[in-house]
């Protein structure tokens, strides 16, 4: 069901249904839950009423708590009448488990958090169900995220750096025999997409690093720190066909910017050197120019027929 978003103002000729009844004075309703109404005149913020119009002509005044506009509600998911028990047998049925970021590139500090991710492989029967599976589950006070199985090699497919960290990190601590021959082929997912999918994400995110440092004067290091090391990660896949989770040779300087201990103009040095090693690393790569997608899907439909129960 969708949350109302308080600052927006829904426009007039907007689709929605009613949550509540509407009542005259005398306490007769008027109007049942779940009627379909047209907004017809709308507030200047959602601390004021709407006038709505319903099928006959007729019109009300009523808050944006009280409707919800129709697609949202028709798009909503079915009730689980048995939600903890699903959502124990979603987290039953991860197969992979590992650990990544800070801890896993060997730049963790006392403060640094152990983040786990992996892949969760649902029943044949919860995934064909009405209510189908969720694309991830997460717990986020456990620092911990689970794609589904499916949703795990199309990031990877598209070189989702987060993702094929998690085929790569040396941590770790949950395999089935289905994830080890995943990772046995780990390979087929990479590709010169990478320096699309690498070089885009540095890009955009250190414009905005830029734009905060010339608006507040602040820098986030750390932020930074990964940024040059996905780089450097991104130029070794293109050179030697392997993520590199930890990058040791580099420690000690990404450490550095972690600590704020280099300033903007040497790190933008360093990242402007890199991406002429990236653009260099294209040119000659061997990879292949996409993954392997028959693999991949072939893969998928095993994993899929594996969750069949007789």
């Known amino acids: 069901m969708e949350k ?34 047209n907004i017809v005149r709308a507030p200047a913020d959602n601390h004021h009423s709407y006038t709505i119009r ?35 047998e979603l987290h039953d049925s991860v197969i992979y488990r590992c650990v990544v970021g800070s801890r896993a590139f060997g730049l963790d500090d006392e403060h640094s958090d152990t983040d786990r991710r992996g ?23 456990a620092q911990e995220c689970y794609w589904e199985m499916q949703k795990f090699l199309v990031l990877a497919l598209k070189a989702n750096p987060n993702v094929l960290e998690c085929l790569y990190t040396p941590l770790i601590e949950l395999a089935s025999s289905l994830a080890n021959e995943l990772l046995e082929n780990r390979q087929a997912f990479l590709s010169k997409l990478v320096y699309q999918t690498y070089n885009g994400y540095v890009l955009s995110q250190f414009k905005k690093l830029d734009q905060d440092i010339r608006t507040t004067g602040a820098m986030k ?28 040779e580099h420690r000690d300087r990404l450490l550095s910017i972690k600590r704020g201990d280099l300033q903007w103009d040497e790190i933008n040095e360093w990242r402007l050197k890199l991406h002429k090693s ?30 069949v129960h007789s």
Request: proline letters at 5%; one cysteine or more.
């Open 4 to 37: 109302p978003n308080p600052n927006l103002v829904l426009p007039v000729g907007t689709q929605v249904v009613t949550l509540v009844e509407l009542r005259e004075l005398n306490g007769k309703t008027t109007r049942m839950a779940g009627t379909v109404a």
């Open 54 to 88: 319903f099928g006959d002509g007729k019109e009300a005044s009523i808050h944006r708590q009280e409707m919800v506009i129709r697609k949202h509600m028709q798009s909503a998911s079915f009730d689980r009448s048995n939600s903890a028990l699903v959502d124990r």
């Open 119 to 141: 892949i969760y492989l649902p029943s044949a029967e919860l995934h064909w169900s009405l209510y189908g599976v969720p694309e991830q589950i997460e717990d986020v006070e």
């Open 221 to 248: 290091c750390k932020h930074a720190m990964h940024l040059i090391r996905l780089l450097i990660s991104g130029v070794t896949i293109l050179e030697q066909g392997f993520v590199p989770v930890r990058i040791d």
């Open 278 to 307: 990236f653009d260099n690393a294209f040119e000659n790569s061997t990879l292949p120019e996409r993954p392997d997608f028959e693999w991949a899907n072939a893969f998928l439909i095993k994993a899929r027929k594996s969750q």
